[in-house]
């Protein structure tokens, strides 16, 4: 059984953890103060490492990405890295270059859908915004930095049921003329520039702050309720962004409790739900790289691959009550049940017997229970970093994850005992 009192501020820290980190640039700055805090050092990609004394280090790329690893003083060809992968990015709305747009004196914001969002969800929500500025200062440098209103500040309404009658029978969403979110009403011959909106905010949450211009933005919208524990027995998390936030948070968490005189490396990647394929994608180079710089003798580095192992985290859909039909009976994961292997003949998944036989032991090893998730055979499966990063750099990979609902949706849940339970079997994995 898991200790109550253990658990209990573990999930707080997961909730303050989803709570700060509305994008991904938010999230890598919340991981940075904890990797600081940890005794981690910060390491520039442009800057020249030479050979690494042993120690704890991370790096980070275009402000979204981080890899953080421990380096003790060993021979990596033999030693080889254990290594767990996620993913910083969630799907959302994001504000467009140039978003204006007044109709009936109300001003909206034109948004892309990033990522396959459940749009549905996202009406009638209070709605804030976040993510990064870059600017011009008063020496005409450019600059970056983080924002975020925090406050409600904009809505999307829904359409009056008396004005759509058929529309509990069949919705469909235009992103397009649908989704531009309400943001204020404006008096007549009235007009706002969303850049100047951004300059007043920074001004206003960093009056330090050098900022002449705003030049561009990665803006996204975000629900502002707080993530929370619910359930009469608090059998639950309900949250935004648990994927897949939650793994990066236990990744971290298991990555400073490992052992020092371990090869560990976390790496947490951006724009996983739109493919990985940019700088800070897991098909990117940032991993390779790293890797590449801490073992460069070509020989050395290819026995140092195959002494590796990868833990891919991505969640996991868990069988729904009032939609079991949709999973395979015998492959349908359950809240507060365990972690889940997740496997696809079809290699959309990169688990294998290998890999699944190795983590099967290593939660038996530890009284955590293991579940399965293989998707129906008539339906298309969905895919992570793992079969990626495995065909990239060919080391041993698996996926698991935790179960959840409505993945995707605005809002997610998960249960309140799996996060725990994969932690523990992630810091043994470290160890």
């Known amino acids: 059984m898991t200790d109550l009192t253990d658990k209990t501020?573990?999930?707080?820290n997961l909730l303050r953890f989803l709570d700060a980190s509305p994008t991904p640039f938010h999230a890598v700055e919340t991981m940075r103060f904890s990797l600081d805090e940890q005794g981690f050092q910060f390491l520039e990609e442009k800057e020249a490492w030479g050979k690494l004394a042993a120690g704890r280090y991370y790096v980070t790329r275009n402000e979204s990405s981080i890899l953080a690893f421990i380096l003790p003083d060993v021979d990596l060809a033999a030693t080889g890295f254990h290594m767990v992968g996620?993913?910083?990015?969630?799907?959302?709305?994001q504000v467009k270059p140039r978003p204006e747009k007044v109709s009936h004196t109300l001003w909206q914001l034109g948004v892309e859908v990033y990522?396959?969002?459940l749009l549905n969800p996202w009406f009638d929500r209070d709605l804030s915004m976040a993510g990064r500025v870059?600017?011009?200062?008063?020496?005409?440098q450019i600059k970056h930095t983080l924002i975020d209103f925090k406050k409600a500040i904009a809505t999307i309404p829904s359409l009056a049921i008396h004005l759509d009658r058929e529309v509990n029978q069949s919705r469909s969403i235009n992103p397009q003329t649908h989704l531009p979110p309400v943001v204020m009403q404006l008096a007549k011959g009235e007009s706002k520039d969303f850049r100047d909106l951004l300059l007043a905010q920074v001004k206003q949450q960093q009056p330090a702050c050098d900022i002449a211009k705003v030049l561009d933005y990665e803006i996204s919208l975000y629900d502002t309720q707080n993530a929370a524990i619910i359930g009469l027995k608090d059998d639950f998390i309900s949250s935004a962004r648990l994927d897949n936030l939650l793994s990066?948070?236990?990744?971290?968490?298991?990555?400073?409790?490992a052992d020092h005189d371990k090869p560990s490396l976390l790496?947490?990647?951006?724009?996983?739900?739109?493919?990985?394929?940019?700088?800070?994608?897991?098909?990117?180079s940032l991993l390779e790289s790293v890797l590449m710089r801490l073992c460069p003798d070509i020989e050395s580095h290819h026995r140092m691959i195959q002494q590796s192992i990868m833990i891919s985290v991505d969640n996991a859909h868990a069988i729904h009550p009032n939609f079991a039909d949709k999973h395979d009976a015998e492959h349908g994961p359950k809240l507060n049940h365990g972690p889940v292997i997740k496997s696809n003949a079809n290699q959309r998944y990169a688990t294998n017997s290998e890999t699944s036989a190795f983590f099967r032991q290593l939660c038996e090893q530890l009284d955590v229970p293991v579940q399965d998730f293989v998707v129906r055979s008539d339906m298309a499966c969905g895919s992570t970093i793992g079969p990626l990063t495995a065909a990239a750099l060919g080391v041993r990979t698996l996926d698991i994850g935790v179960p959840t609902f409505g993945m995707h949706s605005i809002r997610e849940l998960a249960g309140s005992q799996d996060a725990y339970m994969l932690d523990k079997a992630l810091t043994q994995f470290f160890r």
């Not at 501020?9 to 707080?12: A, I, K, V």
């Not at 870059?134 to 005409?140: A, E, G, N, P, V």
């Not at 990066?248 to 409790?257: E, H, I, R, S, T």
């Open 267 to 284: 790496i947490c990647t951006d724009h996983e739900e739109v493919g990985s394929m940019s700088t800070s994608g897991a098909q990117g």
């Open 248 to 257: 990066c948070y236990v990744g971290l968490n298991a990555l400073v409790k």
């Open 86 to 93: 996620t993913h910083t990015d969630s799907p959302c709305l």
């Open 115 to 117: 990522g396959g969002a």
């Open 134 to 140: 870059s600017y011009l200062d008063s020496h005409q």
């Open 9 to 12: 501020e573990f999930n707080q």
